[in-house]
């Protein structure tokens, strides 16, 4: 099965550029994803990338994906504090047993 | 995309009971799922919900204890039954839908019950 790995906890000043990795074991996905959960609410999808796919950029969001490395990171440009949330990377498995990470706690410092 | 209402949002419970948690989607699919997010956790999936037949459980999850029903293609429960303290989480219910070849998982807010 997929073994997923993140950083608990980052912290960056707003304004600052954020970057939250995730490492990974199993490259069988077709689309990988970021999601994000705020405090007291379920996971809200931010972006995804297809695996043959290397860079997405989707406003303040850039996801770039290294499958040699199978590292998956997302870029938030300009972070403020209501991006201050659990970010959470994920497999879809060809659609089956969709994946989480563990989460990145981001917090924003004024 | 879908929208979802579970609830309750949160509940305390008693140690041996058992509470049903109740999803609600505003369209129909096919595909909805049960994950549960403990304490600090990540989600872990508990079932799939099957419309018309028996849920598709994980490794870990049987029946006895969370009992699933899927009645239609809006609507779905989870029971959690005789609870204990480690049952203490957020239960999160999803539908996958398809979104330019991608499998994309729509949460609801989630249930967050605490066991004393």
């Known amino acids: 099965g997929e073994d997923v790995e993140q950083s608990l906890f980052l912290s960056v000043r707003e304004g600052d550029s954020s970057v939250i990795n995730c490492t990974y074991t199993d490259s069988s996905s077709t689309y990988l994803y970021w999601y994000k959960q705020e405090p007291g609410a379920g996971l809200q999808l931010l972006t995804y990338i297809f695996s043959n796919m290397d860079m997405k950029q989707d406003q303040r969001l850039t996801v770039l994906l290294n499958k040699k490395d199978k590292h998956l990171s997302l870029r938030i440009a300009d972070t403020q504090t209501g991006d201050s949330a659990i970010y959470f990377c994920g497999f879809d498995n060809y659609g089956q047993n969709f994946v989480f990470g563990p989460g990145t706690r981001l917090s924003v410092l004024p | 995309s879908a929208v979802i209402s579970q609830k309750p949002s949160r509940d305390i419970c008693q140690r041996g009971t058992s509470l049903t948690i109740q999803c609600q989607v505003d369209?129909?699919?096919?595909?909805m799922f049960w994950y549960r997010q403990q304490p600090g956790q990540s989600l872990t999936l508990i079932a799939t919900a099957n419309q018309g037949s028996e849920a598709t459980y994980e490794s870990g999850f049987v029946i006895d204890k969370f009992p699933i029903s899927r009645p239609n293609l809006t609507f779905s429960t989870l029971t959690v039954s005789n609870m204990s303290p480690e049952d203490s989480s957020i239960y999160l219910c999803s539908v996958g839908q398809g979104a330019d070849g991608a499998n994309v998982l729509t949460f609801g807010a989630g249930s967050r019950l605490t066991v004393l």
């Open positions: 369209s129909q699919v096919t595909m």
